[in-house]
């Protein structure tokens, strides 16, 4: 598709504001428009935007959640959370420690006996900290999964993968550095911190999330698909643009359906969660604001390390900072889903933001750096409203 029509379709796509959330000020509504609409400009399929503060928020849209029949994002649309689910984990493992089951200091052999293990890599060297931190050294398993070409994808999106065999792909490698020496980002991490989850409570992580975290909040529109490839309704179709093979620099080609797919490779503990802009907000609200943990385990959650290129890394959070001062949050990425978000320090104002697309750029587009969701956050955080 050429930039031009997709600049014109997304300039005619729906862009109205939803009347549930009209106390915003038309300052920060007219804002939080045009970033939405630029999204989409600069090749996003649609955007979904949600600001909460105590006093109300502002929701605004643009751009098509179906580009085939052309019909607008919902405004109550699920999407795949991704790694924003790595959060609801980490604050779930971290009541865990409240009650006195378990040790952000435990080794993970000392519940996993033996499964990390071989090529250099020691679960009697690696804590339950470090693995919620990314600092325990391990290879990232999804680098040995075939998902990111376009014929990859299509051919093995509805593979089957367990936890301990992810494992087994991670250990297959030799660690990227000593458990506590540096910071690197691998979903083997939280593929873990699951299987630990399940051993101290002897039931799935999906339940222990349920029962901690989503019941408590009322996070109705928030759940889990296990291996199912199927979103709740409504929900944006999603789409990617893969690199083309042998490009140099990197270039993205045509633009593919790639709504259908196991979210859950690995057992899903890493980022398989679905979700709505209302309840992630909702979640990092009462995260922030002292409603999901004891002051103390807050704290814990907020111990930071450097992660270079994304900010500092506490136990599945992230320190990010505005053009107002620092917040908290953590972004997700799945084929077809882009999530971004942020909460004040003080849990009372927050942002989700929902792309329909991993990749919204135009086709043949050099990949940029950074994160293009940056500006939207900022200006839902520090605007006025």
């Known amino acids: 598709m050429k930039r031009t029509s997709v600049v014109i379709a997304a300039l005619c796509a729906a862009t109205l504001v939803s009347p549930a959330v009209a106390s915003a000020t038309p300052q920060l509504q007219r804002t939080l428009q045009r970033d939405a609409d630029k999204l989409v400009a600069d090749g996003s399929p649609g955007a979904l935007v949600e600001v909460s503060t105590p006093g109300g928020g502002v929701k605004v849209r643009s751009g098509h959640g179906d580009l085939r029949i052309k019909t607008p994002v919902p405004w109550n649309a699920h999407f795949r959370i991704a790694s924003f689910s790595k959060t609801f984990l980490s604050a779930t493992m971290l009541q865990l420690v409240g009650e006195g089951r378990l040790s952000l200091e435990d080794k993970v052999d000392r519940w996993l006996p033996g499964v990390v293990s071989g090529n250099g890599n020691d679960g009697r060297a690696i804590t339950v900290r470090q693995l919620l931190q990314h600092t325990s050294g391990l290879h990232d398993y999804l680098a040995e999964l075939d998902l990111f070409t376009e014929e990859g994808f299509l051919r093995h999106r509805f593979d089957r993968l367990s936890a301990s065999e992810a494992v087994k792909l991670a250990v297959g490698k030799p660690p990227e550095f000593a458990p506590g020496s540096s910071w690197g980002y691998s979903n083997t991490n939280y593929v873990l911190a699951g299987m630990v989850t399940e051993k101290v409570t002897g039931r799935d992580w999906q339940k222990e999330i349920t029962d901690r975290i989503i019941r408590p909040l009322d996070l109705r529109e928030t759940s889990h698909p296990y291996t199912s490839p199927f979103i709740p309704a409504p929900h944006a179709r999603g789409y990617d643009r893969f690199v083309v093979e042998g490009s140099n620099p990197p270039r993205l080609g045509r633009r593919v359906d790639v709504t259908l797919m196991n979210p859950s490779a690995g057992g899903g503990a890493d980022g398989s969660i679905n979700s709505t802009t209302a309840d992630g907000n909702k979640f990092l609200r009462a995260l922030l604001g002292g409603e999901v943990l004891e002051p103390e385990l807050l704290a814990e959650m ?38 971004g978000n942020g909460v004040t320090e003080d849990g009372k104002r927050s942002v989700m933001v929902s792309l329909n697309t991993l990749t919204p750029y135009h086709p043949g587009a050099e990949l940029p750096e950074g994160n293009p969701l940056a500006p939207v956050i900022d200006h839902a955080l520090c605007g006025r409203g």
């Open 302 to 339: 907020k111990k930071t390390v450097p992660a270079p290129g994304l900010g500092a890394y506490g136990l599945g959070l992230m320190k990010l900072t505005s053009s107002c001062g620092d917040y908290w949050g953590h972004g997700g990425a799945l084929p077809g889903y882009l999530t």
